[in-house]
T-cell receptor, first 114, second 112 residues
């Protein structure tokens, strides 16, 4: 089955700096890669996603890149703010009937210092 | 529009007891999923409903876990009898189409 590795496990940055979180996946059939942000006491919130026919996607300060050949994808947050502090999860899934079976990475605790 | 809701938010039970978790998906979402996160580990898939049918239950750990979605609306996840290793946070999610899942706040289950 699919295996997703996420790094780093913790990331500490100063407000205004950029943050990058990287994930690798094992199943070449995976074709959908969402990123989730989880704040304390809440469930994971979808912040951006990318499909395998796209190399990069941006939404304001957040961007995701995908390298299908190397089987890795990354989350980039620019101009970080204290409210970006949270746990971030990457995930991957394939198509067909298994589309609902997300395989998650281990999570990255992002801390943005004012 | 209300999001995915889960009840209870916390549950503390003793080993051997039964617990039932409930999930109300976003209205109109045919797809409903259960995931859980055991302490310190990644979030893991349990099962997937499409309306009232189980599309994929390959993540259910054993037969102590029973999920139902009668009528294709809300879902329940029963653990009977509960074991210590069942402790964790149980998330429910729903989606309209094949992707873009929306998660609920989770139920934190503690088995003593």
């Amino acid at each position: 089955g699919e295996n997703v590795e996420q790094h780093p496990s913790t990331l500490s940055v100063q407000e205004g700096d950029s943050a990058v979180i990287k994930c690798t996946y094992s199943d070449s059939a995976s074709n959908y890669f969402p990123w989730y942000k989880q704040e304390l006491g809440k469930g994971p919130q979808l912040i951006i996603d990318i499909r395998s026919n796209v190399g990069e996607k941006k939404d304001q300060r957040i961007a995701v890149t995908l390298n299908k050949t190397a089987k890795h994808f990354s989350l980039h947050i620019t101009e970080t703010q204290p409210e970006d502090s949270a746990v971030y999860f990457c995930a991957a899934t394939g198509g067909g009937t298994s589309y609902g079976k997300l395989t998650f990475g281990q999570g990255t605790i992002l801390t943005v210092h004012p | 529009e209300a999001g995915v809701t889960q009840f209870p938010s916390h549950s503390v039970i003793e080993k051997g007891q039964t617990v039932t978790l409930r999930c109300d998906p976003i209205s109109g979402h045919d797809n409903l999923y259960w995931y859980r996160r055991v302490m310190g580990k990644e979030i893991k898939f349990l099962l997937h409903f499409v309306k009232e049918s189980k599309q994929d239950e390959s993540g259910m750990p054993n037969n102590r876990f029973l999920a139902e979605r009668t009528g294709g609306t809300y879902s329940t996840l029963k653990v009977q009898p509960a074991e210590l290793e069942d402790s964790g946070v149980y998330f429910c999610a729903s989606s309209q189409g094949a992707l873009a899942m929306f998660f609920g706040p989770g139920t934190r289950l503690t088995v003593l």
